[in-house]
Antibody
Framework: EVQLVQSGAEVKKPGESLKISCKGSGYPYINNWIGWVRQMPGKGLEWMGIVYPGDSNTRYSPSFQGQVTMSADKSISTAYLQWSNLKASDTAMYYC??????????????WGQGTLVTVSS | QSALTQPRSVSGSPGQSVTISCTGTTSDVGNYNYVSWYQQHPGKAPKLMISDVNQRPSGVPDRFSGSKSGNTASLTISDIQAEDEADYYCCSYAGSYAVFGGGTKLTVL
């Protein structure tokens, strides 16, 4: 069974750094890109970017380029999303999702349970 | 990289059909047949309902169908049921990245 399990909720202060994770199982992890999707409170889904665990290649949405860093460690089947300088506006639920093989970026077939990030002074 | 345009809400009675539109540009929806639709219930992760404009993944009821004309993709739900009440999002490839629509809340009356 394909599963993506994300790290737990985080509460941080503005200016702090953070790295959240997404561990995959039930399939060859390096075969599929992993995407990150933001959902701010009461708002819609936003496509942030994707990372390829095989070589850590990344593609970012122009809206998130330079704001976050995506990476992966194929040896432990885990992808990461990190911030170096959190802002209150980063408060959101963050989902990781597996990109269907051969898809160009819009077809996520399995999703993690989400990680809630709260940034508040 | 603006979000694709969806109606904020649609509604219908059980057994009726509803259609949700998703309007983009020639840089995304109009240029690629790579449009997916997701269903999201409150507090849950999204679920893939339609991919590649009109393909239903295994396990998705055939009441759900997709289409595209020009810069606008559409999701049609036939014979709507109470459990279809949820938020629906389109997503299109836009060349090196993808973009979601703003989301549509379906209310089953």
């Amino acid at each position: 069974e394909v599963q993506l399990v994300q790290s737990g909720a985080e509460v941080k202060k503005p200016g702090e750094s953070l790295k959240i994770s997404c561990k995959g199982s039930g399939y060859p992890y390096i075969n599929n890109w992993i995407g990150w999707v933001r959902q701010m409170p009461g708002k819609g889904l936003e496509w942030m970017g994707i990372v390829y665990p095989g070589d850590s290649n990344t593609r970012y949405s122009p809206s998130f380029q330079g704001q976050v860093t995506m990476s992966a460690d194929k040896s432990i089947s885990t992808a990461y999303l990190q911030w170096s300088n959190l802002k209150a506006s980063d408060t959101a639920m963050y989902y990781c999702a597996r990109l269907f093989s051969g898809s160009y970026g819009e077809k996520f077939d399995y999703w993690g349970q989400g990680t809630l990030v709260t940034v508040s002074s | 990289q603006s979000a694709l345009t969806q109606p904020r809400s649609v509604s219908g009675s059980p057994g009726q059909s509803v259609t949700i539109s998703c309007t983009g540009t020639t840089s995304d929806v109009g240029n690629y047949n790579y449009v997916s639709w997701y269903q999201q219930h409150p507090g849950k992760a999204p679920k893939l309902m339609i991919s590649d404009v009109n393909q239903r993944p295994s396990g998705v009821p055939d009441r759900f169908s997709g289409s595209k004309s020009g810069n606008t993709a559409s999701l049609t739900i036939s014979d709507i049921q109470a459990e279809d009440e949820a938020d629906y999002y389109c997503c299109s490839y836009a060349g090196s990245y993808a973009v979601f629509g703003g989301g549509t809340k379906l209310t089953v009356l």
